[in-house]
């Protein structure tokens, strides 16, 4: 333990290119990168399949089925078939964010569809009946209320990517990773340790602005208080989508 | 594909281990989660810490929590247990609110008259609630048992021999048919233990099969 | 007035939900539909502003064609009220009310003052403006739906069994609370339930509809009772018909007999003195506020002693209010008053019965006026 304190506080792991500063960012940029992209991808998606119903089916499924893939696999499979197409960093660096973002897109997914879907229906007959068009009973009142479960699914995501961009240090990226892979490859516990207190702190950090994030931004209507089954299967909703498979 | 036939005997092996280290996991992390589950329920200012408390630990990148036992356990670091624990934690993160949670689902008024009839809180728990909150536990567990088979192969990285080991051994060797062999036997060890929770909760609920739904 | 001229919804599984339907609402007048599960009311209803589309006939409002309207516009002036209220979770009570306004384009200054304005219309205190729907009971969220619909004061409101969802004692407050505000704005109304008593309390007009959507009849609370067209209407509409249709018919002419009484606080041998079983009792401005048993009585008459249980009737009441102070008088007197409340008199049940009697043999037909 006083080993791994050691190696945290050494002066000389803070500076340079394999500092802990530039990993720690590069770490971060990956993950927000990721998750952004994935965001993207699965937000609109996913509020249509609420909205609309169609392809709920196929995307319930998607998300199981991804959490049984292991991620470990995922990287070192995308990196071999799509490594040799590619030329120096970008070889790593683009098979790794496609991995990234296919991991991150089913519970975002699954957030956005489930999020709309549980907006209570009186309330959506009662903004048509007032006269909102279609874009606005859905911007106006079933985003807000979908918010919480989006958010969920922004933070598992997040915390599914940050995990998995760890792993990816195996096939050359840089980040926190770095420090657990290379100390296990020399047997430095000291550095993996080190890596990996850094790592969990990291991961800590993220969610915890991400939770300071939502209760700024969601209603404080939305927070009331729930019971009962239907409710409870509600909250194993998710605690399921918090669920990553790394 | 030949590569596969040729293993055969390592993959079978490799596959029992794996399914061993994610299998004892998630059945101790059940057997914690109850009680603790039970506690966060019955005790209403403890719901927030249990379960938040809990849930930080599920925050924490695999690999690294793996790292990290050795300096809890006092483990070398291939030791086979520091996986089992530490993805017993895991189990125990996921599975401490689905507990509460679904013990919460079952509605008042069925344990108001257990309690009305003269059942002590041990006997109601194990005879009444439990049973009832099967369906809402086994949903979670579906997902905790699912997720560990998958996280159990990042053990690879230190050492720990399952089918993980495929994936390390074919990127060592830049041979891609280890790594697609690990992840259909990965997958297919998963549906199976997704099986195997649906069809014991199906026995375990013989009043849900009887024609009515939730 | 909103027309209904042979409106039809047919789906395309060949269920008939409304068939042929030609019904008009009044304008400023209460028009319930009534019926089974099935018989196509609330469908009716939603067709109004659209939200389900005829598969023909016509509706109009005010003789324009629905139809013919922006259906997002049109939903915009009419008032909408549904069980479950239908409150957004994420606004606060305050910002539910001034939906309307504010998709009309009001500023956000005078929406607020506007909700505010109503909260205190539907009967609820101003510090709700900034809760939350969760922190609201079942009974307040509806009275602030009501208030929701009507923000942008719209001349005609859709309401879709909007008391079913709450307590029977909330039910009876939030009835009166609306046919007091009505009774101030004067809307059209096409409301819709599955309670006969509920239609027969809140309809100037009531519509019995039948399963398929067929009309089986349309008229007054009285005129339902008192006459239902067929065997569907008459068992829908229920027992006690002619109890409750008392209620809509005037009370008859009645000649009360003075009634010897004492006032509230009096000492015990004046209302010993008068001889009788059961002494009525006033207070200080002559309004009757008991009966009391002079035989049970020590010290001065003061509230604990008088039995409550006698109704007292306004001689320009309904016949049901009459007849109700003489059955439930422990005196056999039911207590008369006059507009002010003050006591004109009593009468027995008998005499109220004969008088019943006599109206109905009489040649002029008793005026038909709505109390209950």
Request: proline share 6%.
């Amino acid at each position: 333990m006083n080993e791994v304190l050691a190696w945290l506080t050494d002066p000389a792991n803070w500076q340079g290119p394999d500092g802990i500063p530039v990993r720690t960012w590069q770490h971060l940029m990956y993950s927000l990168v990721s998750v952004g992209i994935a965001a993207a991808i699965a937000i609109p998606v996913g509020l249509w399949i609420g909205h609309t119903g169609h392809g709920r089916f196929l995307a319930v499924n998607l998300a199981g089925a991804l959490r049984a893939v292991p991620s470990l696999g995922l990287l070192f499979t995308a990196f071999m078939v799509l490594g040799p197409y590619l030329n120096g960093e970008v070889s790593v660096f683009v098979p790794t964010i496609i991995v990234l973002v296919v991991l991150a897109v089913p519970p975002v997914l699954a957030g956005a569809y489930a999020g709309v879907e549980q907006v209570e229906t009186a309330a959506r007959d009662a903004a048509r009946g007032m006269g909102m068009r279609a874009t606005e009973v859905l911007w106006r009142v079933e985003v807000p209320c979908a918010l919480p479960l989006i958010f969920s699914g922004i933070r598992s995501a997040a915390l599914q990517v940050i995990a998995t961009a760890t792993l990816a240090a195996t096939v050359g990226l840089g980040g926190l990773g770095r420090y657990l892979v290379d100390g296990l490859a020399v047997r430095d516990y000291a550095q993996m340790a080190g890596g990996a207190i850094l790592v969990a702190l990291l991961a800590l950090i993220v969610d915890f602005v991400a939770a300071t994030l939502q209760r700024v931004v969601v209603s404080p209507g939305l927070t009331g208080k729930t019971a009962g089954r239907k409710n409870a299967l509600r909250r194993i909703q998710r605690t399921t989508l918090r669920a990553s498979g790394s | 594909m030949d590569w596969i036939l040729d293993h055969l005997d390592d993959i079978e092996y490799l596959t029992r281990q794996h399914a061993w280290l994610s299998a004892v996991p998630t059945v101790l992390g059940l057997l914690l989660a109850i009680p603790l589950g039970w506690v966060a329920r019955r005790y209403r200012f403890l719901y927030a810490p249990v379960v938040v408390g809990t849930g930080l630990l599920y925050t924490i990148p695999s690999l690294a929590l793996f790292i990290l036992m050795p300096l809890f356990l006092g483990t070398r670091i291939l030791d086979a247990t520091n996986v089992v624990v530490a993805m017993t934690i895991y189990t125990v993160a996921l599975m401490t609110r689905t507990v509460a949670d679904g013990l919460g689902s079952v509605p008042d008024s069925v344990t108001a008259s257990a309690t009305a009839m003269g059942f002590g809180p041990l006997r109601r728990l194990f005879t009444v609630e439990l049973p009832l909150a099967v369906p809402v536990i086994a949903a979670g567990l579906r997902v905790a048992a699912v997720s560990n088979v998958s996280i159990v192969s990042v053990a690879a990285l230190i050492g720990v021999p399952q089918l993980g080991s495929l994936f390390t051994d074919g990127f060592v060797r830049d041979f891609l048919d280890p790594i697609v062999a690990g992840l259909i036997a990965c997958v297919l060890l998963a549906l199976v233990f997704d099986l195997v929770i649906v069809l014991v909760a199906r026995l375990l609920t013989p009043w849900q099969r009887a024609g009515a739904s939730v | 007035m909103i027309r209904f001229e042979g409106v039809t919804k047919q789906y395309p599984d060949g269920t008939v939900a409304v068939g042929g339907l030609d019904l008009e609402a009044a304008s400023g007048r209460i028009t319930v539909l009534v019926g089974p599960s099935g018989c196509g009311k609330t469908t009716s209803l939603r067709m109004v502003n659209r939200m389900i589309e005829p598969t023909a006939g016509r509706i109009t409002i005010d003789d324009q064609d629905t139809a013919a309207m922006d259906a997002a516009e049109l939903r915009r002036g009419i008032g909408y009220v549904i069980q479950h209220a239908g409150l957004f979770p994420h606004r606060t009570v305050a910002d539910n009310i001034a939906t309307v306004p504010r998709l009309l384009g009001r500023d956000r200054r005078g929406a607020r003052a506007g909700s505010l304005e109503l909260l205190e219309r539907v009967g609820l205190p101003r510090e709700f403006a900034d809760r939350y729907p969760h922190q609201l009971s079942g009974g307040q969220q509806q009275r602030v739906g009501v208030a929701r619909a009507l923000a942008a004061d719209p001349p005609v409101m859709l309401m879709d069994e909007p008391f079913s969802a709450v307590d029977p004692n909330v039910r009876e407050q939030l009835q009166d609370e609306f046919l007091r505000l009505q009774s101030e704005l004067g809307k059209t109304i096409l409301f819709v339930t599955h309670d006969i008593d509920e239609a027969v309390k809140l309809g100037d007009q009531v519509a019995v509809l039948r399963v398929g959507g067929e009309l089986a009849q349309v008229a007054d609370p009285a005129t339902l009772l008192g006459d239902p067209h067929d065997d569907f209407v008459a068992g829908f509409v229920g027992r006690d018909r002619g109890y409750r249709g008392l209620g809509f018919r005037a009370a008859p002419t009645l000649q009360p007999h003075e009634e010897p009484s004492v006032r509230l606080g009096s000492p015990v041998d004046e209302a010993q003195r008068l001889e009788a079983e059961w002494v009525l009792v006033t207070d200080d401005d002559g309004k009757p506020v008991g009966w009391v048993e002079p035989a049970r009585l020590s010290g001065d008459i003061d509230r604990d002693d008088l039995h409550r249980g006698g109704t007292v009737a306004g001689i320009d009441g309904s016949s049901r209010g009459v007849l109700d102070a003489a059955l439930s008088s422990p005196s056999g007197r039911g207590v008369i008053v006059d507009g002010d409340g003050l006591l004109l008199g009593t009468v027995t049940a008998a005499e109220v019965v004969a008088a019943l009697e006599e109206a109905r043999q009489g040649s002029a037909p008793d005026p038909e006026t709505r109390t209950a």
